[in-house]
C-alpha cells in the first residue's frame, strides 16, 4: 500500500482533499483510481488508512477510514550535526540519517566544508532536503518527520544548548566505551569530506563532546552517518 506525507488535518471518517503533491504523486504518476486504499500521515503522530473516493482532472479526495497509532520511532532521540558535503552526497546522507530515525539534523559549515553560509538563505535548497527527508519517511514507514534546519557555523552551534550526550566522529586517542554511559537525548556531531580540523575538534570536546571513532577505517562523510545512527539503535 502507498505511503505519502500530508500537510493537513487527519481524523477518521472524515474527508480529506488531497494536497497537490500527493495529488501528483498518487493519482497522475501512480494513476490511482477511485477505491484504492494508501497510508497517509502528517508528521503529528501515528498513521491513517485512506481510501480515494473522488477523482477530478486538477483534485482528488479521500475518506480516513482507521487510525494506526504507531510511530516507529527509535528509543533514543538523535540530533544530528552534519557539515555540509555537495551534490548527491547531502542527499544520500539526510535520507539515510532519517531512516535510521534521527530526530533532527542541523546543516553545518565548517573550516573544511565545500559549501558557504549563502544556504542558509537559499529556501530553495533546503525545501529540497526537506522533501528528501519527507520521501524517506514515506519509505521507511516513521511518521514523525525530522527538521533539516538552515546552516550555521560548527562554532555557534557548539554553543546552543545541545543533548546531554555529545559525540563526535573523530580520531579516539584512548580506548574508551564512548557509549557505555549514553543517555537517550544524544547529539552527533559529523564532520565534512576531509575531516574537522584539530582545532574544531578540540573546540567540540571543550563543549563536552566526545571522541568517537568506529574501527580503523576512514568513513565517508555520508557514510558516517549511516553507520553510527546503526550502532546506535542497536545499543541505545
Same mark, same amino acid.
Given at each position: 500500500?502507498p505511503?505519502?506525507?500530508?500537510?493537513?488535518?487527519? $481524523?477518521?471518517?472524515?474527508?480529506?482533499?488531497?494536497?497537490?503533491?500527493?495529488?501528483?504523486?498518487?493519482?497522475?504518476?501512480?494513476?490511482?483510481?477511485?477505491?484504492?486504499? $494508501?497510508?497517509?500521515?502528517?508528521?503529528?503522530?501515528? *498513521?491513517? *488508512?485512506?481510501?480515494?473516493?473522488?477523482?477530478?482532472?486538477?483534485?482528488?479526495?479521500? =475518506?480516513?477510514?482507521?487510525?494506526?497509532?504507531?510511530?516507529?520511532?527509535?528509543?533514543?532521540?538523535?540530533?544530528?550535526?552534519?557539515?555540509m558535503?555537495?551534490?548527491?552526497?547531502?542527499?544520500?546522507?539526510?535520507?539515510? $540519517?532519517?531512516?535510521?530515525?534521527?530526530?533532527?539534523?542541523?546543516?553545518?559549515?565548517?573550516?573544511?566544508?565545500? #559549501?558557504?553560509?549563502?544556504?542558509?538563505?537559499? =529556501?530553495?535548497?533546503?525545501?529540497?532536503? =526537506?522533501?528528501?527527508?519527507?520521501?524517506?519517511?514515506?519509505?521507511?514507514?516513521?511518521?514523525?518527520?525530522?527538521?533539516?534546519?538552515?546552516? #550555521?557555523?560548527?562554532?555557534?552551534?557548539?554553543?546552543?544548548?545541545?543533548?546531554?550526550?555529545?559525540?563526535?566522529?573523530?580520531?579516539?586517542?584512548?580506548?574508551?566505551?564512548?557509549?557505555?554511559?549514553?543517555?537517550?537525548?544524544?547529539?552527533l556531531?559529523?564532520?565534512p569530506?576531509?575531516?574537522?580540523?584539530?582545532? *574544531?575538534?578540540?573546540?567540540? @570536546?571543550?563543549?563536552?563532546?566526545v @571522541?568517537?571513532c568506529?574501527?580503523?577505517?576512514?568513513?565517508?562523510?555520508?557514510?558516517?552517518?549511516?553507520?553510527?545512527?546503526?550502532?546506535? @539503535?542497536?545499543?541505545?
Amino acid at each position: 500500500m502507498p505511503r505519502f506525507f500530508i500537510e493537513a488535518d487527519l $481524523a477518521v471518517d472524515t474527508t480529506v482533499e488531497l494536497t497537490e503533491t500527493v495529488f501528483h504523486h498518487w493519482v497522475k504518476v501512480l494513476r490511482a483510481q477511485v477505491s484504492e486504499k $494508501a497510508t497517509l500521515f502528517n508528521g503529528q503522530g501515528g *498513521e491513517y *488508512e485512506v481510501e480515494l473516493v473522488e477523482v477530478s482532472k486538477k483534485s482528488a479526495a479521500v =475518506q480516513v477510514n482507521s487510525y494506526n497509532p504507531t510511530d516507529r520511532t527509535p528509543k533514543f532521540q538523535a540530533l544530528l550535526g552534519q557539515v555540509m558535503s555537495k551534490g548527491d552526497r547531502m542527499d544520500y546522507a539526510i535520507q539515510k $540519517a532519517v531512516e535510521l530515525g534521527v530526530s533532527e539534523i542541523q546543516l553545518l559549515t565548517s573550516e573544511r566544508c565545500e #559549501m558557504r553560509l549563502k544556504y542558509d538563505r537559499d =529556501q530553495k535548497k533546503l525545501d529540497h532536503w =526537506q522533501g528528501v527527508a519527507i520521501a524517506a519517511c514515506e519509505q521507511c514507514g516513521l511518521n514523525i518527520v525530522p527538521k533539516i534546519l538552515a546552516p #550555521m557555523s560548527l562554532e555557534k552551534w557548539l554553543e546552543t544548548d545541545l543533548p546531554t550526550t555529545k559525540l563526535v566522529l573523530a580520531p579516539n586517542k584512548e580506548e574508551i566505551d564512548v557509549l557505555a554511559n549514553a543517555t537517550p537525548d544524544i547529539a552527533l556531531l559529523i564532520g565534512p569530506e576531509g575531516g574537522l580540523s584539530e582545532v *574544531e575538534i578540540l573546540a567540540a @570536546n571543550a563543549q563536552g563532546f566526545v @571522541n568517537w571513532c568506529i574501527g580503523e577505517r576512514v568513513l565517508r562523510t555520508e557514510t558516517a552517518p549511516v553507520v553510527a545512527l546503526s550502532i546506535l @539503535n542497536y545499543t541505545i
